[in-house]
């Protein structure tokens, strides 16, 4: 028997899709915000800081983070939490240059922690593609539901 035999099973939400309908496009201006944040000069060549990864990948999918959380039967306002995140870049991102997200959910696991109680593992898989579909990057995401009610 197993420590979580006795939990309801989580939202089978494995192949919801989460491709984006809008580009994302990092601006020249955006871009070097977010450089000077971070005391680096930006390229002058048109890269853009490699964090825009995540942030491009986040705003362009087909959900908001309060709708990937409803997807799993979670209220945002009970505070998802990032576990981790990877991502493999194909090609360096570019300012200026409109990008499309493709994606879906892997896997919603229910687990047992002993500092946070009960909790749902989500896993979801996003992708950056360029204007002529080639793929930017790729990135899996891992977030940390608690499920307090389930304690």
Not at 35 to 41: A, D, F
Not at 78 to 100: A, C, H, I, K, N
Not at 114 to 138: I, N, S, W
Request: hydrophobic share 35%; glycine share 8%.
């Amino acid at each position: 028997m197993s420590d979580t035999d006795d939990l309801p099973s989580p939202p089978d939400v494995a192949g919801i899709l989460l491709d984006g309908v809008s580009p994302y496009v990092i601006s020249r201006h955006e871009n070097r915000n977010l450089c000077h944040s971070t005391q680096i000069e930006p390229g002058e060549d048109g890269m853009a800081h490699p964090i825009y990864y995540y942030v491009a990948t986040q705003v362009a999918m087909g959900k908001t983070v309060a709708e990937l959380c409803a997807a799993c039967d979670f209220n945002v306002e009970d505070g998802p939490m990032m576990g981790s995140s990877e991502v493999q870049f194909s090609t360096p991102l570019r300012t200026e240059v409109p990008y499309m997200v493709s994606g879906e959910i892997l896997s919603l696991v229910r687990k047992r922690s002993r500092k946070l109680g009960v909790m749902d593992v989500l896993t979801y898989r996003l992708r950056l593609h360029g204007p002529d579909g080639a793929m930017a990057l790729e990135t899996d995401n891992v977030w940390i539901l608690p499920r307090r009610e389930l304690a």
